[in-house]
């Protein structure tokens, strides 16, 4: 399964907030690089406005790379929750006397050889 269509399919709506955030946490950063570049290419003294301005995109981007690091953080594990639902329902798909004339063994040793190959 595609990873994108997965996460798309979980929460299309964390994907696009995560990017949004991730994109606007971007910016400000390179703002905050051009505003440093300014300053210390400058000749004239540091103003307020200058610290207004330094201060809130510094604000901007620390709360931008948190929210965009939660958000991504609760999409991955949102993902992998289904996933593991997803492989406890088909384990438990098929009637329990196959299940047992399975055996445990041979069960545990199916799903870890599946993990393992990928």
Known sequence: MNLVSLLLKTSWASVVLAMLTGLLGGASSTGLIALINTTLTSQNPPTADLRRNFSGLGLVLL????????????LAQGSIFELRL?????????????????????????????????
């Open 86 to 118: 997803l492989l406890s329902q088909q384990i438990l798909a098929p009637p329990l006397r196959q299940l047992e004339a399975l055996g445990a063994p041979r069960l545990l040793a199916t799903l870890t050889d599946e993990w393992a190959s990928d």
């Open 63 to 74: 709360l931008t790379t948190l929210a965009s690091q939660i958000l991504l953080a609760r």
